[in-house]
């Protein structure tokens, strides 16, 4: 399995760069019309491997005489400032904590500004939903089985929220109110091919990942909105194989792992690496990383 990433990468820096000069000049208009002070600190995410991005621009929102003025961050979501989601209580981690036991090759897709990874909050379930349109029949329950696998060696947890009609896209709108609610947009895991989704020709048998988005002040970062697109026709024919079947649960594992936040290593005893036809499980250095992704802080 391969994935392609520099030529989307490329293409969604500059598309943007392109929004957040708008969101500046939008700002500009905002902070002259209602005298309201607004830091101008600006904050890109260009997801690796994923295609998408965020625009952090934090500022200053009244909400009422109690709290005049309190720190808010945004993104933009189809031309416009819309403000982060603010995420509900949480009592602590909803599952408990994946001791680091091995050692070996990994790498994220996102640090924060110490070198540390950048993950899901671990205090709140990851949903994640299902387009089975073009899943080949044979594979109805192998995003399950994979789901499991990379919760358990994570620590973080992943719920599956049933099966939607989103279609897969590389511009996935982060917040869809209409569809999801006010919320981040769950994790897609949805089928497509090369045809109608070009970024899966060649030997791409799947693309993942998610965006790095800040918390409702604009402190920290982590995960949301992630999205894996998987190759119907080349899965299917992977199952013809010895031990078809192992492969095609790797790859999609390979491709939540991306989603949770390892990126690929040269290493070919991991599964992270780019092609992953000599190892159907997860490698030590795998499982160190998923681990340490599991550690991270919960959002405020």
Request: include cysteine; charged fraction near 25%.
């Given at each position: ?21 708008r ?36 500022g ?14 945004y ?100 917040i ?36 790095a ?9 982590w ?51 780019p092609?992953t036809?000599?190892?159907t ?7 160190q ?12």
């Amino acid at each position: 399995m391969r994935t392609s990433t520099s030529r989307a990468a490329r293409r969604e820096l500059a598309r943007s760069r392109r929004v957040l000069r708008r969101m500046e000049r939008d700002a500009a208009r905002r902070d002259r019309a209602s005298l309201a002070r607004r830091t101008s600190a600006v904050l890109v995410a260009a997801v690796l491997g994923a295609g998408w991005w965020a625009g952090d621009r934090s500022g200053w929102e009244t909400s009422g005489l109690g709290d005049l003025w309190s720190p808010r961050a945004y993104v933009e979501v189809g031309g416009d400032a819309v403000a982060v989601p603010q995420p509900e209580p949480a009592d602590g981690r909803v599952l408990p904590k994946v001791p680091v036991t091995t050692t070996g090759s990994y790498a994220f897709l996102h640090v924060d500004e110490a070198g540390g990874p950048v993950g899901y909050d671990p205090c709140r379930p990851v949903a994640y939903v299902t387009n089975p349109s073009g899943r080949p029949s044979a594979l109805d329950g192998v995003v399950h089985e994979a789901a499991q696998i990379v919760s358990e060696a994570s620590g973080v947890s992943l719920v599956h929220q049933g099966d939607v009609d989103e279609p897969p896209m590389m511009d996935r709108p982060l917040i869809q109110p209409e569809r999801y609610g006010e919320d981040w947009v769950p994790v897609l895991v949805a089928w497509s091919d090369e045809e109608a989704f070009p970024e899966l020709e060649g030997q791409v048998a799947g693309i993942g990942g998610s965006a790095a988005v800040p918390g409702p002040t604009g402190e920290g970062r982590w995960l949301a909105a992630g999205r894996i697109v998987l190759d119907g026709p080349d899965l299917a024919a992977m199952l013809e194989r010895p031990d078809g079947a192992g492969q095609v649960r790797a790859i999609v594992v390979h491709e939540l792992a991306h989603v949770l936040g390892l990126d690929h290593v040269d290493d070919t005893g991991e599964l992270m690496h780019p092609l992953t036809r000599d190892r159907t499980d997860l490698g030590p250095g795998d499982r160190q990383g998923l681990a340490l992704l599991g550690q991270v802080a919960c959002r405020p």
